[in-house]
């Protein structure tokens, strides 16, 4: 980087179905000077990198080209693309799930603290408006249960990893945010209808002073479907994602509620903005101004654990039948 460019020089490593909209974004962000992209397939790199307006490369030139790399690759080769790069010495933003077992995203964690690079892992709930609004809004009490439902229809896309890797991560990550850390127990079930994985799952979490959360995933749903429910010690909280709303009765809540005197219904709405957008300036932040990270290695770690022990509970209930 000269001393008359102060950009992020940044490559894209995979650029699949949403490693294509982390091009286009990275290639229109003042802050990020896309050096080039690698993909496996060279005609779909070539494709993307005249979309961009930068270089189709090889992986290995792609990484030494740049500071930063963004992974979007298939996760069975998060470990070895991201260990390459922060070896390196570049900083490395890796898409969700952090990598595909707990042995590698430990090793990447160590990569990042050995070298002093940043890894930020692609949780991009976080950085939505409606997670924002979620945590912004007064809710109702104490929280003691959360029921979170994220389900759509089918689409052959991410089939090399299951419905749990593949959606119900967000959740799991955001529920662990929410609570305040890990569950202390997880069951589920689940099965695979349209792929050889499992297609659809419920988990449920028991976390510290008998606080619990049930998860819901599909991707061979009839709809699509994104809910969150709120329990607590005061009332609850309601989110409904697809149509942006939020309610929270509660005591003292604005909108009484006859039946319950004391107690009232907060209304709130959101605007959405590009999470992505957001997401990618939060790792330029890091990266050039020492900005926090905000998903870091040990947050992934986090979702990635619970998400492995979902999938193994799936795996066991499966094996009784």
């Not at 892992?121 to 409606?130: D, K, M, P, T």
């Not at 609004?133 to 299951?162: E, H, K, T």
């Amino acid at each position: 980087m000269s001393a008359s460019d102060t950009r992020l020089p940044l490559a894209i490593l995979g650029v699949g179905h949403f490693g294509r909209f982390h091009a286009l974004k990275a290639a229109a962000n003042p802050r990020i000077r896309l050096v080039g992209l690698a993909d496996a397939d060279p005609a779909r790199a070539a494709a993307v990198a005249a979309e961009a307006g930068t270089l189709a490369l090889a992986p290995e030139a792609a990484i030494a080209a740049a500071e930063a790399v963004i992974i979007a690759a298939p996760t069975r080769f998060h470990h070895g693309l991201a260990e390459a790069a922060l070896m390196a010495g570049r900083h490395v933003f890796i898409e969700k799930p952090i990598a595909a077992t707990l042995a590698e995203a430990d090793a990447l964690i160590a990569a990042a603290a050995a070298t002093g690079r940043v890894l930020q892992v692609g949780h991009i709930e976080r950085f939505s408006a409606a997670f924002r609004a979620v945590v912004g809004a007064r809710s109702g009490g104490r929280s003691l249960s959360w029921d979170a439902i994220r389900v759509a229809p089918f689409r052959p896309r991410s089939l090399d990893v299951s419905v749990v890797l593949d959606l119900m991560i967000h959740d799991i990550d955001l529920v662990i945010e929410l609570a305040g850390g890990e569950p202390e127990a997880v069951e589920a079930v689940g099965a695979a209808v349209a792929s050889d994985r499992p297609d659809f799952a419920v988990a449920r979490l028991r976390f510290a002073g008998g606080r619990a959360a049930v998860i819901t995933a599909s991707r061979v749903s009839l709809a699509m479907e994104r809910r969150l429910r709120v329990l607590g010690t005061e009332g609850e909280m309601s989110v409904n994602f697809l149509d942006r709303s939020l309610a929270v009765l509660r005591r003292g809540g604005a909108e009484p509620v006859a039946a319950m005197p004391g107690s009232g219904i907060d209304r709130a709405t959101w605007t959405d903005h590009d999470s992505l957008e957001a997401e990618q300036a939060a790792f330029v932040a890091a990266c050039l101004d020492g900005a926090p990270v905000v998903v870091d290695g040990a947050a992934g770690r986090r979702a990635l654990k619970v998400a492995l022990a979902v999938e193994a509970a799936i795996g066991g209930t499966q094996e009784e039948t």
